[in-house]
């Protein structure tokens, strides 16, 4: 008899709740939740085929350790022994800087690489920690950071409520949304315009959201910061700007227009390629509109001058007031958040030290990459800067990595330097489900089980939702072939390179984690638990293993908790709570968070930071940039893919899906392309021959390739995405390109060069 079983979606962002149906131990279909609290039944074609994800037969069943020079299928003993064997003898030797750790996006999408990653890098003590966010939202952090003095505060749409929508370099209706976590987002798009709203799309392809717009605009590629900056300029010069209740939390307000003065919309539109009329129309219904948000992700944010793109887009909520309000952009407060605290000044967000003394500039960075000297950002530096890392010789060189959940040959840029760079790695463990592009450099493979039998909280994206609302999925299917939970694996990981290995069992990490929590909460007198004895009250905890009793404890402690309290209120959260509520629960619309989320050394919004204020002489530099007829490239996301990975599920390949290179018909008979055809791109880190596809989708002076292709390198398992492998559009790319505030790397709008082939 089939049963079934409810699974929150963990392929993209939407956190879709699944239904699915389980026969034996196998998942045999997946539909939408209906009753889920968020997604109320939607789904997507990938969700559709979650039970042919989970089944994959190239999925790995058992470690890998590489013997003699081949990997080869080994016990998960074997495994965890040969890193104990290798990276405490490595630290030893070379220092703490020898080992670097990379973590690749799906960490946001389990439980695992929310709760271990922190740990492992305590335990390691390296500061070369390099993650996906430097290929993508690194923008929004550094400018949120600036902003508001917490990089995780970021504002979200509220799409549900708002009356207009000026969305930049996002393309939800494929991509289901990010960092606006909204299930169903093509449904609440239109639900907008169906209440008489008004949806503004900026973007140089006419992608399909793009299509359902009222309005699109298709500048060239990397001119978001300068329209953004124009926009803001209108809003100042006609005076439109009206902060409202944001005032008095405004710092830098009066130096704004001086700073924004260049950027006039005559001054910027030739180099976005719109009239200044488009620009001061669009400025003029954003401020006329009741409510408005502006929302920019992807294609802002790694492009030219991202930092100062995503600093804007704030800028611009707040001008127009509807930072903080409901139907502008808001804070969400997730179940899992630390409890808000007493308003005030905070610790503030150290994006690098002023040294002392006028005039000297400031330093990015309160530490910088051995070799560029690329600033840290958030504690990690630019994974574009990963492979010179490792093989340029010197004292601190990273000799051994820990890759989990990351497929940086495929997703960061000049994979093929990167490739041979982990080729001479003294030693690598890929935590990862498919022998890849990356995990096949590795010494050990540890792969987690597949979806079906990890269990689900989505730590991450409730930070970001446009509802807040809690849910938790245990493992629907039990665990298989002696599998082991990726929280297990994570936490055997930290004890292989403490020298733990064998001495200590992997609870022992989660209760380390539990008591140094309740040590802080006990001892601190603005929390609700001081004074209490930090044993019984992880006596009471409840969970059936390490990572349950650490999502028990935070979910108690965060701003819905129980607080430990004798007498709690019946909604209060605890996770036994959670558990009687299989399909979620709803915590009710955004709410006004200022200024308790505010975290500057002011304890106001710093509107015109320092960093942005060093950084913007480079923008106005820009303004004298004008198209010389040479073509940029652009990527772009198919509904059915998921950046690299997702290419070895048959149900999800062929049709539209395919990596060909988009070219505008004006483009196309300039340059002798014919539709089907194929051509030659050449850009600073090489070339690629793609196949040609003539569309007017794209805007003329524009290419799109989409990434995550590139499947053609020997030792992997992967015989369905190696069947059709595409081409890596990263290998265009020389890791050079980065926006200097945040070390993201221009994946959107950098040249290229094209020649038909024969
Ligand atoms: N040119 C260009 N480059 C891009 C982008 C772009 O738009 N254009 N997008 C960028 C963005 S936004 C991102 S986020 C990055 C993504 O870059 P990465 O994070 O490096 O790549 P992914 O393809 O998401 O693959 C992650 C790896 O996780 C593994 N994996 C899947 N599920 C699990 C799991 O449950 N546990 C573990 N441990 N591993 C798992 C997969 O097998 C794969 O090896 O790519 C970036 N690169
Ligand atoms: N189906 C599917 N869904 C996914 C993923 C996937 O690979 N496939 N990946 C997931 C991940 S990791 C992420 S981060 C999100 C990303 O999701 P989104 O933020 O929606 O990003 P994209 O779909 O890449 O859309 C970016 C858009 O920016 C446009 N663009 C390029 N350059 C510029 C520019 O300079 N200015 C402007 N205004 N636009 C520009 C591109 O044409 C493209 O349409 O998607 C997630 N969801
Ligand atoms: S939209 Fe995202 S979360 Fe929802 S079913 Fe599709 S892949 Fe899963
Ligand atoms: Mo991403």
Not at 3 to 20: D, F, I, K, M, W
Not at 57 to 81: I, K, M, N, Q
Not at 156 to 164: G, H, I, N, Q
Not at 261 to 282: K, M, N, Q, S, Y
Request: proline share 10%; aromatic share 4%.
């Amino acid at each position: 008899m089939p049963r079934s079983a409810l699974r929150v979606c963990p392929l993209c962002e939407a956190t879709c709740g699944l239904t699915l149906t389980i026969e034996g131990t196998t998942v045999t279909g997946a539909r939408g939740d209906r009753d889920d609290v968020f997604s109320r039944g939607f789904l997507c074609p990938k969700g559709a085929v979650f039970g042919a994800v989970d089944a994959d037969p190239d999925r790995l069943r058992t470690p890998l350790v590489r013997r003699d020079g081949r990997l080869r299928e080994a016990t998960w003993e074997e495994a965890f022994d040969a890193i104990a064997a290798a990276v405490p003898g490595i630290t030893a030797s070379y220092g703490a800087q020898s080992v670097g750790v990379v973590l690749g996006n799906p960490n946001v999408h389990t439980m695992a690489g929310a709760l271990y990653p922190p740990l492992l890098l305590k335990a390691l003590g390296t500061r070369n920690l390099f993650t996906a966010s430097t290929v993508d939202q690194m923008p929004k952090h550094v400018s949120s950071g600036l902003l508001f003095g917490d990089p995780f505060a970021i504002p979200v749409p509220d799409l549900d409520r708002t009356d207009f929508l000026l969305l930049l370099g996002a393309n939800p209706l494929e991509s289901n949304g990010s960092l606006c976590t909204a299930p169903d987002f093509p449904g609440r798009l239109k639900a907008l315009r169906a209440r008489g709203g008004t949806l503004v799309v900026v973007d140089p392809r006419r992608t399909r959201t793009a299509a359902l717009a009222d309005r699109h605009l298709a500048p060239r590629p990397g001119s978001d910061a300068p329209l953004l900056a124009a926009l803001a300029h209108t809003l100042l010069a006609e005076k439109l700007a009206d902060p409202g209740p944001l005032a008095p939390h405004l710092r830098g307000l009066d130096a704004l227009p001086a700073a924004l003065a260049d950027f006039t919309p005559e001054a910027v539109a030739a180099g976005c390629d719109l009239t200044a009329e488009e620009i001061r129309a669009l400025a003029r219904d954003l401020a006329a509109a009741p409510t408005a948000a502006v929302y920019g992700r992807m294609g802002s944010c790694t492009a030219e001058h991202g930092t100062l793109a995503s600093w804007l887009v704030d800028v611009l909520n707040i001008l127009t007031g509807n930072l903080d309000r409901p139907g502008g952009a808001l804070f969400p407060l997730s179940a899992t958040a630390p409890a808000p605290r007493p308003a005030g000044p905070g610790k503030g967000f150290a994006l690098g030290r002023s040294p002392a003394g006028p005039g000297k500039g400031f330093a990015l960075g309160r530490w910088a990459s051995r070799v560029s000297g690329h600033p840290e950002v958030k504690s990690e530096l630019p994974l574009a800067a990963l492979a010179e890392e490792i093989d340029t010789p010197g004292e601190g060189r990273i000799r051994a990595l820990i890759a989990i959940a990351a497929n940086p040959v495929l997703s960061a840029p000049d994979g093929r330097r990167l490739d041979a760079a982990l080729a001479g790695l003294d030693f690598m463990v890929s935590v990862d489900p498919y022998l890849n592009e990356t995990s096949r450099h590795a010494h050990v493979v540890l792969p987690p089980p597949p979806p079906a039998q990890s269990p689900h909280f989505d730590f991450a994206f409730n930070g970001f939702a446009v509802r807040d609302q809690v849910r938790y999925s245990p493992r629907a299917v039990p665990l298989q072939d002696g599998g082991r939970d990726e929280c297990e694996i994570h936490a055997r990981l930290i004890l292989a390179v403490s020298g733990l290995h064998g001495s200590a069992e992997p609870s022992a990490v989660d209760d380390t984690a539990v008591r140094s929590t309740l040590a802080k909460a006990t001892a601190d007198p603005d929390s609700p638990l001081h004074g209490q004895d930090p044993a019984r009250l992880e006596a009471r905890l409840t969970g059936a293993d390490g990572p349950e009793r650490r999502l028990d404890l935070m979910l108690r402690l965060g701003p819905y908790g129980d607080r430990f309290g004798h007498d709690p209120a019946p909604e209060a959260l605890t996770l036994e709570r959670l558990l009687a509520h299989p399909h979620g629960i709803d915590l009710g619309p955004l709410k006004p968070r200022l200024p308790g989320v505010l975290r500057t050394r002011s304890g106001g919004i710093e509107l015109l930071p320092d960093p942005v204020v060093a950084g913007l002489p480079r923008l106005r530099e820009a303004l004298a940039d004008r198209p010389d007829g040479a073509l940029v490239l652009v990527g772009r996301r198919h509904l059915r893919s998921n950046n690299s990975w997702l290419h070895n599920v048959p149900a999800l390949t062929g049709g539209s899906n395919r990596c060909t290179l988009q070219v505008h018909p004006a483009d196309a008979a300039r340059l002798g392309l014919a539709d089907g055809g194929r051509a030659r791109v050449t850009a600073a880190g090489g070339s690629l021959e793609v196949p040609v596809e003539v569309t007017d989708a794209v805007r003329t002076g524009v290419v799109s390739l989409p990434h995550g292709w590139g499947h053609d390198r020997p030792g992997t398992r992967l015989s369905v995405a190696s069947a059709d492998p595409g081409a890596n559009v990263n290998q265009l790319l020389d890791g050079r390109l980065l926006d200097p505030l945040s070390g993201t790397a221009v994946l959107n709008g950098f040249p290229v060069e094209l020649v038909p082939l024969p």
